[in-house]
């Protein structure tokens, strides 16, 4: 059964760091996507949630617009654990992040993996809070 479960939230001033972190269980990361989310405050569906990050199974890293050159995404296969190196925080950073992780698809898949509808497992979140 996969596992995620988040950790490394807090408060954080304004042009700080902050690492988040995700292990996985029940899965082989090398063989899955996987990703970071958020949700800003007010939006608690899951469809609210916006790609930040994504790695593929072979290590090739995408972000959103909004984080480019700030954020940083990485994995350790050995130790099934995903991580998020934030620098340079803004308060517009501020909302729960959520890891998520999708097997690679046995066809050929042209989506852009930053949606949510495109993964089937989600850790349960760890709040970040970015003050000015």
Known sequence: QVSLVESGGGSVQ????????????GFNSSTYYMAWFRAAPGEERKMERKGVAVISPDGI???GDSVQGRFTISKDSASNTLHLQMNNVKPEDTAVYYCAAEPLPRVKYGGSWFYW???NYW???TQVTVSS
Do not use: D, M
């Open 123 to 125: 850790g349960q979140g």
């Open 14 to 25: 304004a042009g700080g760091s902050l690492r988040l972190s995700c292990v996985g269980s």
């Open 61 to 63: 890293t995408t972000y």
């Open 117 to 119: 509808y495109e993964y």
